[in-house]
């Protein structure tokens, strides 16, 4: 499986596959000083958001290495504590090369890691805290177990943003309000899901994986109800083999 990217939309771009610079420009906020809620998700053609239970059996090069590209971009990367526990997540320590281009444009070397917990079923011993090279945030819940977080507090920042549900418009003014605009979301369904219900989500970037999952797979969204139907707006739409990478804006 190949990592070149070809342009699809807008049309009349360079025919040459794509490189990081002009990958990082196509996925630029349009402005780091406004706070931009961006998520990323990898989907199969029929809708699944996991194959055998995880994300990774649908991604690719191509989706890995705008994975990648995209945490360039981010002040803060936002996951929800079942992604950190299904997916095995590590500390949130980019590639040299990627904290290196993270400080020639201004930023420091590695995003801030910031996960989603209401039960603070996490691991303070796991290498999520204990080689973070950035001191983590633990955004959670007045009422959540007390032991638990006296446990992450030793490793990590633990805010409540709520009290026994946690609400979201305040989740994302803690973060501003420590400077962490361009807030990139890697999931999963349920944080996506509550940020959706709260109307909260400016940006996806969606990959479509060739494939068909045919089975129960969740969907990338679940916000145990219905909600409003949000229209969105085609940013760009990317081709690597037959993967499908776009990128799509809240429509105003
Ligand atoms: N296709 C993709 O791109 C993609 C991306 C990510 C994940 N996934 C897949 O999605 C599956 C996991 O789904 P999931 O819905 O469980 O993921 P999730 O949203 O990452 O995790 C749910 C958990 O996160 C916490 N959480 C999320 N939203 C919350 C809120 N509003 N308030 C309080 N806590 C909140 C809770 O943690 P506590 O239980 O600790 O309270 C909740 O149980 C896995 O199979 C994973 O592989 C797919």
Request: hydrophobic share 45%.
């Amino acid at each position: 499986m190949t990592d070149d990217i070809l342009q699809l939309y807008p049309t009349g771009a360079s025919p040459a596959a794509l490189t990081d610079d002009q990958l990082l420009t196509l996925y630029a906020p349009a402005s780091r000083g406004e706070r931009l809620v961006r998520a990323n998700f990898v989907s199969s053609i029929d809708g699944s958001a996991t194959a055998s239970g995880l994300s990774g059996g649908l991604g690719g090069p191509a989706d890995k290495r705008v994975f990648d590209l995209l945490r360039r971009l981010a002040d803060v990367v936002l996951v929800g504590a079942g992604t950190v526990r299904s997916e095995g997540y590590g500390a949130m320590r980019l590639a040299p090369d990627a904290a290196a281009w993270r400080v020639a444009n201004g930023h420091p070397e590695h995003p801030v890691f910031a996960l989603v917990s209401g039960r603070l079923d996490l691991d303070p011993a796991s290498d999520v805290f204990a080689k973070a090279p950035v001191r983590p945030l633990v955004l959670t819940v007045s009422s959540a177990p007390a032991a638990a977080r006296a446990s992450l507090a030793a490793v990590a920042d633990v805010v409540d943003c709520g009290s026994s549900t946690l609400d979201i418009p305040t989740m994302l003014d803690t973060l501003t309000s420590r400077g962490l605009r361009q807030i990139h979301c890697e999931g999963g369904p349920s944080l996506l899901g509550s940020l959706l219900a709260a109307d909260a989500l400016d940006s996806l970037c969606l990959t479509t994986s060739p494939a068909l999952e045919g089975g129960a797979g969740p969907r990338i969204t679940h916000a145990g109800g219905a909600l409003p139907l949000r229209p969105m707006r085609l940013d760009h739409l990317l081709l690597s083999g037959s993967m499908l990478l776009s990128q799509y804006s809240r429509a105003h």
